[in-house]
């Protein structure tokens, strides 16, 4: 089973340039320019992707042929989906070749986006997520380009590799799996007990469709005095939903979320995946 699934691919020795522009796409998620033999086409940056994918009408627009097939686990659930071979990719000076990626279904927002690129590209890197300047950097391990005075903070693993870091909201830890692919974070009903929420007294969120298109309907809230390393953020906006994904990661009993780009808007997030560091750094943004 992959989660959005291993693959070995060779990392050729290109040195990264100086920074990639992000593109925020309409759906809200923050896409990149990904090289391939499709040419250069927008896809998701998904830091909670174990590797990539690519949505059907692009893949048959781009003549991908069909590769296999694999059980694909999604936030709201998993289906066996076919695979394709993209080959070789690249994105900042990075290169890896025999990729194969999920096919998913158009998605359910007939948004068109060619897919998504995950660990198999830039998990082996050190990636510099400067999304309030909205650009990105895939450096060497153990690069760290935030501040002198940021802190790191330790991460680990969990299933596909993904990594987790701790959240303090107000004193209770949480366990936070870092998805720049998720628009808004999620949180699951064993931390929401803890801070106090009520269901009866949340608002309707977002219903979220994951990568397998399966609808899962969340409440919506804020939470105060978040704590992301030395980061804090005052007031946080979080969906809340005990998510099939929670059992995967093995966490569904205890406090956790999927930290996604709402919480990122104002920080510049440094990840240091083979290191296992990760680094929060507060942004001003001038007003526009």
């Known amino acids: 089973m992959r989660w959005l699934a291993s693959l070995v691919a060779l990392c ?3 040195p990264a340039l100086a920074e990639v522009p992000v593109q925020i796409a309409p759906t809200g998620h923050a896409t990149v320019p990904v090289t391939g033999s499709f040419g ?24 991908l042929t069909v590769a296999g097939s694999e059980t694909l686990q999604g936030q709201t659930g998993s289906d066996e989906v076919p695979l394709v071979s993209l080959g070789s990719i690249g ?7 025999g990729i194969k990626a999920v096919k998913l279904d158009p998605r359910a927002d007939g948004v068109k986006l060619a897919g998504i690129v995950g660990l198999d590209l830039f998990g082996d890197r050190t990636v510099d ?48 799996v870092i998805d720049t692919g998720a628009r808004k974070t999620r949180i699951n009903w064993a931390l929401g007990r803890l801070l106090g929420l009520n269901p009866a007294k ?20 804020h939470i105060s005095n ?14 809340v939903a005990d998510l099939p994904v929670f059992e995967t990661f093995g ?3 205890r406090p ?16 240091d995946f083979p290191g296992r560091k990760v680094w929060f750094e507060a942004v001003e943004v001038p007003a526009t």
């Open 202 to 221: 949340l608002a309707k969120g977002d219903v979220i469709q994951g990568a397998t298109n399966k609808a899962v309907e969340t409440g919506a809230t």
């Open 12 to 14: 050729l020795p290109v």
């Open 91 to 97: 994105l900042d000076g990075v290169q890896k070749d």
């Open 256 to 271: 956790a979320m999927i930290l996604g780009l709402d919480w990122l808007d104002r920080t510049r997030m440094v990840i």
């Open 129 to 176: 997520f400067d999304l309030p300047h909205k650009r990105i950097s895939l450096l060497a391990q153990g690069a760290r380009p935030a501040g002198e005075d940021t802190q790191s903070v330790a991460a680990s693993t969990t299933t596909g590799n993904l990594l987790t870091v701790p959240v303090t909201i107000g004193e209770v830890t949480a366990t936070a």
């Open 40 to 63: 250069t086409a927008q896809f998701v940056f998904d830091t909670g992707a174990e590797a990539s994918a690519v949505y059907a009408d692009f893949a048959d627009s781009a003549g």
């Open 226 to 239: 978040v704590r992301l390393g030395s980061r804090v953020l005052a007031h946080a906006p979080v969906l």
């Open 251 to 253: 966490v569904a009993g």
